[in-house]
């Protein structure tokens, strides 16, 4: 069965850098579309980046592009999700997932919680 853990979520300062990982088991994460998700207090959840299988290629939101990042490591069977700049309105919890549509067809996390305030 495929299990995914998010870690290195927190509180940071505004304009703060924090990275989330995914780590996987039961399955090696290269042949799988990773997405990061994400759902704020009172709202739906968000996509807010995906990275393809195939080719690696990358998927941004609007509101984070130029600003995070989703490198993986084959080798830590890891995904993460590099943030900088962050902003108060990046407050969430941090969910990935073994999809990119949010359709909740693949295998999901439990969650990190992301907290950026002064």
């Known amino acids: 069965q495929v299990q995914l853990v998010e870690s290195g979520g927190g509180l940071v300062q505004p304009g703060g850098s924090l990275r989330l990982s995914c780590a996987a088991s039961?399955?090696?994460?290269?042949?799988?579309?990773i997405g990061w998700f994400r759902q704020a207090p009172g709202k739906e959840r968000e996509g807010v980046s995906c990275i393809s299988s195939s080719d690696g290629s990358t998927y941004y939101a609007d509101s984070v592009k130029g600003r995070f990042t989703i490198p993986r490591d084959n080798a830590k069977n890891t995904v993460y999700l590099q943030k900088h700049s962050l902003k108060p309105e990046a407050t969430a919890v941090y969910y990935c997932a073994t999809e990119c549509s949010g359709y909740g067809f693949g295998y999901w996390g439990q969650g990190t919680q992301v907290t950026v305030s002064s």
């Open positions: 039961g399955a090696t994460l290269d042949y799988s579309a």
